[in-house]
């Protein structure tokens, strides 16, 4: 069985602050794929980044950036600077990468505003 | 080009309806699925189809009743709709399963809304 647990509902920050967002995950798998998605409030939504279990190296994406530690199965998401147009909800999910079962299991989502 | 479109964008019918949501992906991919928001934002799997063939069918109703008549396209029928059938049904569509996982394209939701 999957889960996926984002602990924080909702977050606010000002603008310009950084912010991270937690996501903790659990399976069973040996090798699956970590994902973040956003969700801005017209509602789509938009593919941020994909993680093999594999690669435990951290990413960085302009303002984003992805801790992915396997010892406490956490990979949460941070961003720098943030700016109104970040204001979103923002879901991490994880899917097994075994053959035929391409599925994923989103967590609950975090809300997050950003003050301007 | 819009790679993954789901019709209609907005949907408000009545309780004992049926009503069909359309989806279809110009990315080539093969496999394809429909999600369902609820009102707390919580995503789940319902169906995956690999080439018009039903993969995965998580617990869902009988009433829901998806058609893949090309690899192109998954549309999801529902029938007699219920209240709690109000949600955000979301389409996506993923490379051939049997490669390396990528990441699934959504379309951008249809809200239905049983009154």
């Known amino acids: 069985a999957q889960k996926v647990t984002q602990a924080q509902t909702e977050i606010s920050v000002v603008e310009k602050e950084d912010v991270t967002l937690d996501c903790v995950y659990e399976?069973?798998?040996?090798?699956?794929?970590l994902f973040w998605y956003k969700q801005p409030p017209s509602g789509e939504l938009v593919f941020l980044i994909r993680?093999?279990?594999?690669?435990?190296q951290n990413e960085i994406s302009g303002r984003y950036s992805w801790n992915f530690q396997k010892s406490t199965s956490s990979f949460n998401f941070t961003i720098t600077a943030s700016q109104v147009v970040d204001s979103a909800v923002y879901f991490c999910?994880?899917?097994?990468?075994?053959?035929?079962?391409?599925?994923?299991?989103f967590g609950t989502g975090t809300r997050l505003t950003i003050i301007p | 080009d819009t790679a993954v479109s789901q019709t209609p964008k907005y949907l408000v019918t009545q309780m004992g309806n049926d009503k069909s949501i359309k989806c279809e992906q110009n990315?080539?991919?093969?496999?394809m699925y429909w999600y369902k928001q609820d009102s707390k934002k919580f995503l789940k799997i319902m169906f995956s189809?690999?080439?018009?063939?039903?993969?995965i069918n998580e617990t869902v109703p009988n009433r829901f009743s998806p058609k893949s008549p090309d690899k192109a396209h998954l549309n999801l029928h529902i029938n007699s709709l219920e209240l709690g059938d109000s949600a955000v049904y979301f389409c996506?569509?993923?490379?051939?399963?049997?490669?390396?996982?990528?990441?699934?394209?959504f379309g951008q939701g249809t809200r239905l809304t049983v009154v």
């Open positions: 990315l080539g991919h093969d496999t």
């Open positions: 996506a569509s993923s490379q051939d399963r049997q490669l390396p996982n990528t990441e699934a394209f």
């Open positions: 189809y690999n080439n018009k063939e039903l993969i």
């Open positions: 999910a994880l899917s097994p990468s075994n053959f035929g079962n391409e599925k994923l299991t």
């Open positions: 399976t069973r798998d040996t090798t699956y794929y």
């Open positions: 993680r093999n279990s594999f690669d435990e």
